[in-house]
T-cell receptor, first 116, second 112 residues
């Protein structure tokens, strides 16, 4: 089946630093990728839609300058949390798919981000 | 806009017993429906999906779900649970713009 690889799986860093999370589709081309944020014991909250070769579309309330998304190829999307602060600590998950609504999204294993 | 309701926050079931997780959706057109499972600290794994056709769909790990348009439901079932089925289960509805809306999730605990 389709595989999405997300890296790193866990990162701890100091407040004020920037953190980059990578999301790769290993065996399919993902024209569209999604970035979610998940708080403990809660559901997934869509942050943004990443489209290959164009600007990401952010959901209401998500700061585009805080969460930079780049989708430079059909197999790689990156999320950079800029000037991270403790309130940015969370579980971030990416997903990708061929871009058709009747095709399921495939999820990475998530990244646990802890900002000290 | 689409939405999903999972009425049960937490379900405890004995190993070997049957399991049913409820999901109700709201969507104006024909829905694309999914069930995903998440183990602690992991991403989501697709259990099954429904787009059209037979309203009873079979998935992986012995799970099945039934789409009932009249009830706007897509309940997930398993006849006999295993301890490894303990996890968080999410129902989701997809729209034509490929976005997914997730329910709040149901935590399943399996007791020996």
């Amino acid at each position: 089946g389709a595989v999405v690889s997300q890296h790193p799986s866990w990162v701890i860093c100091k407040s004020g630093t920037s953190v980059k999370i990578e999301c790769r589709s290993l065996d399919f081309q993902a024209t569209t990728m999604f970035w979610y944020r998940q708080f403990p014991k809660q559901s997934l909250m869509l942050m943004a839609t990443s489209n290959e070769g164009s600007k990401a579309t952010y959901e209401q309330g998500v700061e585009k300058d805080k969460f930079l998304i780049n989708h430079a190829s059909l197999t790689l999307s990156t999320l950079t949390v800029t000037s991270a602060h403790p309130e940015d600590s969370s579980f971030y998950i990416c997903s990708g798919g061929p871009g058709a609504p009747n095709q399921p999204q495939h999820f990475g294993d998530g990244t646990r981000l802890s900002i000290l | 806009a689409q939405s999903v309701t999972q009425p049960d926050i937490h379900i405890t079931v004995s190993e070997g017993a049957s399991l049913e997780l409820r999901c109700n959706y709201s969507y104006g057109a024909t829905p694309y429906l999914f069930w995903y499972v998440q183990s602690p600290g992991q991403g989501l794994q697709l259990l099954l999906k429904y787009f059209s056709g037979d309203t009873l769909v079979q998935g992986i790990k012995g799970f099945e779900a039934e789409f009932k348009r009249s009830q706007s439901s897509f309940n997930l079932r398993k006849p006999s649970v295993h301890w490894s089925d303990a996890a968080e289960y999410f129902c989701a509805v997809g729209s034509n713009d490929y976005k997914l809306s997730f329910g709040a999730g149901t935590t399943v605990t399996v007791r020996a």
